[in-house]
């Protein structure tokens, strides 16, 4: 099997859904109602959804390097696309250990080797003590709303005031 | 390409706080330490689009 053949996944019940690895982990996938998170933005809040992934066994302390789990991961994203042509998709990297930005290049890295270039990917990145929160907002490139998404993410990280020092 | 800085007086500031927030109650529950209940009445609902 080539290093880039993903794993099956399997859905149980509703909503959820596990791939396990030839190293016996277990990975549970999900996707979130994304909607009130752009409540402000009526045109595309109810096309949102939010995307995770993470090991589902807390008894997993050290997960042995898996090139497939990065194949499955993007074989499920660009199954939602094909599935919600119109979706947009809000992934954020997850650094509660400070390993985002190593997370967010193995990410960048999935995508680059299976070619995913019909999708428009735009990252931020919020300071926040130590760390930085790293987003990820995925829509296709053929998205006929994909315009006003990338001109209304470039006014959403502007402060909402034009001069913070003056405020008590 | 390098990230878009988020500034953290902005409303992008605060859905990535309440996405993140979300994040550590979703690993919570995969972790068996709340319900499905307590997850929900946060707002959190899984949807499977595939």
């Known amino acids: 099997l080539s290093l880039l053949t993903p794993y099956n996944y399997r859905r149980v019940g509703q909503d959820e859904v596990y791939f396990s690895t030839d190293f016996q982990v277990e990975y549970r996938v999900y996707f979130t109602n994304g909607s009130t998170y752009f409540a402000a933005f009526p045109e595309i809040s109810h096309l949102v959804k939010a995307f995770g992934f993470e090991v589902n066994d807390s008894h997993v302390h050290e997960v042995p390097h898996d090139p497939r789990v990065g194949a499955t991961i993007t074989f499920i994203v660009l199954q939602f696309f094909e599935q919600n042509p119109e979706g947009v998709l809000f992934f954020i990297h997850d650094g509660a250990d400070g390993k985002e930005k190593g997370r967010k290049r193995k990410f960048d890295a999935w995508f680059k080797k299976i070619g995913a270039t019909k999708l428009y990917k735009k990252d931020a990145a919020l300071p926040f003590g130590r760390i930085s929160i790293l987003v990820s907002i995925l829509v296709r490139n053929s998205h006929p709303l994909l315009g006003k998404i990338s001109d209304g993410l470039d006014q959403l990280v502007i402060s909402v005031t034009t001069k913070p020092e003056e405020l008590d | ?50």
């Open chain 2, 1 to 50: 390409m390098k990230p878009v800085k988020i500034h953290p007086n902005s409303p992008m500031a605060k859905i990535v706080l309440k996405m993140w927030e979300d994040k550590q109650l979703i690993k919570a529950y995969i972790r068996g330490e709340i319900t499905k209940q307590e997850l929900e009445s946060k707002g959190i609902e899984f949807v499977n689009p595939l």
